[in-house]
C-alpha cells in the first residue's frame, strides 16, 4: 500500500512527527566533553556528531549504510521559455545517471552511497501550473508515495536531490506562496538563464500565484498546485525519513524549497535535517534561513542532482570519525583540563 494513499495520510504524518532520542543525544553530548580536546574546539562537528546521534538513537552513530535518491520530473510551464535547456534534457540526464556518467555518480561513490534514481512520468509533464494546478490530488499522493518508497528501514542517512528542467521556476513559486516575496526576490537563473530568462521566470510565476491566490494555504494544496512530481517526491521521501528516525541530507534550493509549504506550517519539519550547501541560486541563502538551517558548505555550486549534498557527507563523515575515533581523556591518561 502507497505510504500517502491519502490526504489524511499526508497529514497524519506531518501532524505526528518522531522526535530525536534525548537519551541519546545526552550520551552524544557527554562522550564529546569526555573526549582528548578542549570543550566546544571541533565546533560544528560536534554538533552533527549529537544530532546524528538522536536520530539514530546511539551515542555514537555511524554511516554504513547511506542513500542519495534523486528524483526526476517535468513542467508542464516550460513551454514559457524559463530554462536554457528543452524539457527533453531530464530524460537525456537520468540516462546519463544510469550510464554512471554524471556528477552525482562521482560524488555519491566518493561519498559512500548507495546512488537510486527515480524517474517520475518524464514522458507525462505536469500541468502548466500559471493555468492550473500542476498535479491532481492522486498525482501529488503517488510522487509523495513514490519519494516515500525509496526510503526504507536501516539507512543510516539520506541524501536527496533532483532532476528537472525548469524546477527552479516552481521552487520559487513554492517558497513566494509559503514565506511571501515578490517572485522576484525569489527568482534567479536556475541553469544558467540571462536577463530576459530571469524576466520570463518572474512573470510565470506572478502569474502561477495569482492563478492559485484562492486555494486553500495548506502544505498539500501548495505542493500540489505549485510543484512537481520531483519535489513533492523529495518532500515524502523527507517526511518517510522521519518516521523512521533517519536524519536527512538537503541539497539545493528546489530540494530545500520542497519542504518550503511544510515548514512554513510545521517548522520542527526541518530538525532530522542538515543543510549541505548554499548553492549559488540567490533565493537559497533567504530559504535556508526561514528552514532555520545552516549549510556545511558554500562554493558556488548550482548544478543540483543531489551534488552539493551528497559532497557535505564527508563532512558529516569526519564528524562521525572523530566523534567515535578520538580517546577519551581517561584512555589516553590525559587530565580532562584542556
Given amino acids: 500500500?502507497?505510504?500517502?494513499?491519502?490526504?489524511?495520510?499526508?497529514?497524519?504524518?506531518?501532524?505526528?512527527?518522531?522526535?530525536?532520542?534525548?537519551?541519546?543525544?545526552?550520551?552524544?553530548?557527554?562522550?564529546?566533553?569526555?573526549?582528548?580536546?578542549p570543550a566546544g574546539s571541533l565546533g560544528r562537528l560536534e554538533d552533527i556528531a549529537v544530532l546524528m546521534a538522536g536520530w539514530q538513537g546511539t551515542a555514537q552513530p555511524v554511516i554504513e549504510h547511506g542513500r542519495a535518491a534523486i528524483f526526476a520530473g517535468n513542467h508542464g510551464f516550460v513551454v514559457h521559455g524559463v530554462s536554457a535547456f528543452p524539457a527533453s534534457v531530464t530524460a537525456a540526464m537520468v540516462a546519463n545517471f544510469a550510464a554512471g556518467g554524471a556528477a552525482i555518480n562521482a560524488l555519491a561513490k566518493a561519498a559512500g552511497l548507495n546512488l537510486q534514481v527515480i524517474a517520475l512520468d518524464l514522458d507525462r509533464p505536469t500541468a502548466d501550473f500559471t493555468t492550473a494546478a500542476a498535479m491532481d490530488e492522486a498525482e501529488c499522493l503517488a510522487a509523495l508515495s513514490a519519494g516515500a518508497a525509496a526510503v526504507e528501514p536501516g539507512l543510516h542517512l539520506l541524501v536527496v536531490g533532483e532532476m528537472g528542467i525548469g524546477?527552479?521556476?516552481?521552487?520559487?513559486?513554492?517558497?513566494?506562496?509559503?514565506?511571501?516575496?515578490?517572485?522576484?526576490?525569489?527568482?534567479?537563473?536556475g541553469t544558467g538563464v540571462d536577463a530576459d530568462g530571469i524576466a520570463r521566470?518572474?512573470?510565470?510565476?506572478?502569474?502561477?500565484?495569482?492563478?492559485?491566490?484562492?486555494?486553500?494555504?495548506?502544505?498539500?494544496?501548495?505542493?500540489?498546485?505549485?510543484?512537481?512530481?520531483?519535489?513533492?517526491?523529495?518532500?515524502?521521501?523527507?517526511?518517510?525519513?522521519?518516521?523512521?528516525?533517519?536524519?536527512?541530507?538537503?541539497?539545493?534550493?528546489?530540494?530545500?524549497?520542497?519542504?518550503?509549504?511544510?515548514?512554513?506550517?510545521?517548522?520542527?519539519?526541518t530538525d532530522h535535517c542538515l543543510a549541505g550547501h548554499c548553492s549559488a541560486e540567490p533565493g537559497h541563502i533567504r530559504l535556508l534561513g526561514h528552514l532555520d538551517l545552516d549549510p556545511l558548505l558554500s562554493l558556488g555550486?548550482?548544478?543540483g542532482e543531489g551534488s552539493g549534498a551528497a559532497l557535505a557527507v564527508s563532512i558529516i563523515r569526519a564528524a562521525l570519525a572523530t566523534h567515535n575515533g578520538m580517546a577519551t581523556f581517561a584512555q589516553a591518561g590525559v587530565a580532562d583540563s584542556l
Fill in 201 to 269: 521566470k518572474v512573470v510565470v510565476v506572478e502569474q502561477a500565484l495569482a492563478c492559485h491566490a484562492d486555494a486553500p494555504d495548506t502544505p498539500f494544496e501548495i505542493l500540489r498546485r505549485l510543484g512537481g512530481r520531483e519535489i513533492a517526491a523529495i518532500a515524502g521521501a523527507v517526511l518517510e525519513a522521519r518516521r523512521l528516525h533517519i536524519p536527512v541530507v538537503l541539497d539545493g534550493f528546489i530540494s530545500c524549497a520542497a519542504l518550503a509549504p511544510l515548514a512554513a506550517a510545521v517548522p520542527a519539519i
Fill in 301 to 303: 555550486m548550482r548544478l
Fill in 1 to 37: 500500500m502507497s505510504r500517502f494513499a491519502s490526504l489524511a495520510a499526508f497529514d497524519a504524518a506531518l501532524a505526528d512527527m518522531p522526535i530525536a532520542d534525548a537519551d541519546a543525544i545526552a550520551a552524544a553530548r557527554a562522550r564529546q566533553a569526555s573526549l582528548t580536546k
Fill in 167 to 189: 524546477n527552479s521556476t516552481a521552487a520559487a513559486a513554492l517558497c513566494a506562496r509559503s514565506y511571501g516575496g515578490t517572485p522576484a526576490s525569489w527568482v534567479g537563473p
